[in-house]
T-cell receptor, first 116, second 117 residues
Framework: AQKITQTQPGMFVQEKEAVTLDCTYD???????LFWYKQPSSGEMIFLIY??????QNATEGRYSLNFQKARKSANLVISASQLGDSAMYFC?????????????FGKGTLLTVNP | GAVVSQHPSRVICKSGTSVKIECRSLDFQATTMFWYRQFPKKSLMLMATSNEGSKATYEQGVEKDKFLINHASLTLSTLTVTSAHPEDSSFYIC?????????????FGNGTRLTVT
């Protein structure tokens, strides 16, 4: 069974500073994908960044980067230059490579609050 | 970008009635759609996976007779909460994967907040 662990229920960061949101995973698959989603209070799920298990370089998307450490099975999200609009829930998720549906399993999430 | 439209965004119904939630992929074909349920301040829990033209696959503990899922076309999946009770009150959110794009992120609808009185 696949498992995603986010150990930080809540995080606070000052505006313009960087913040790292932790995510560890457990899988016996060799091929898998890791995703980060942002969920504002309005409820929609916004895709942020993707890292494939065979990708040698860490993924980056604008202010978002993924610190992928395969041996440690961690996929931490780094947000640089935090903005007030970054305040939201952040979910780490893993794509299941078993079967043909490739469903996502989500961690419990981290509530990020950006302070002015 | 790929857009998933979920309707309604909010619904209030009386106990014992049924509610249908629609999930449409607007600009892509979705062979697979997923239905999640989310309690306040909790994570998304997968309820079922639906593939176009076949029966949905339900996760363990999800009552298939209560949560009816239909995926009749490549752009539409529906979730019907039958004989709703207050404990069914929750945030339901659908997601879709583009056809033949297994590494692409899931595209999510904006969710439906169901309140059963």
């Amino acid at each position: 069974a696949q498992k995603i662990t986010q150990t930080q229920p809540g995080m606070f960061v000052q505006e313009k500073e960087a913040v790292t949101l932790d995510c560890t995973y457990d899988t016996s698959d060799q091929s898998y994908g890791l995703f980060w989603y942002k969920q504002p209070s309005s409820g929609e799920m916004i895709f942020l960044i993707y890292q494939g298990s065979y990708d040698e370089q860490n993924a980056t998307e604008g202010r978002y980067s993924l610190n992928f450490q395969k041996a440690r099975k961690s996929a931490n999200l780094v947000i640089s230059a935090s903005q007030l609009g970054d305040s939201a829930m952040y979910f780490c998720a893993m794509r299941d490579s078993g079967g043909s549906n490739y469903k996502l399993t989500f961690g419990k999430g981290t509530l990020l609050t950006v302070n002015p | 970008g790929a857009v998933v439209s979920q309707h309604p965004s909010r619904v209030i119904c009386k106990s014992g009635t049924s509610v249908k939630i629609e999930c449409r992929s607007l600009d892509f074909q979705a062979t697979t759609m997923f239905w999640y349920r989310q309690f306040p301040k909790k994570s998304l829990m997968l309820m079922a996976t639906s593939n176009e033209g076949s029966k949905a696959t339900y996760e363990q503990g999800v009552e298939k007779d209560k949560f009816l899922i239909n995926h009749a076309s490549l752009t539409l999946s529906t979730l019907t909460v039958t004989s709703a009770h207050p404990e069914d009150s929750s945030f339901y959110i659908c997601s879709a994967r583009e056809r033949d794009r297994y590494n692409s992120p899931l595209h999510f609808g904006n969710g439906t907040r169901l309140t059963v009185t």
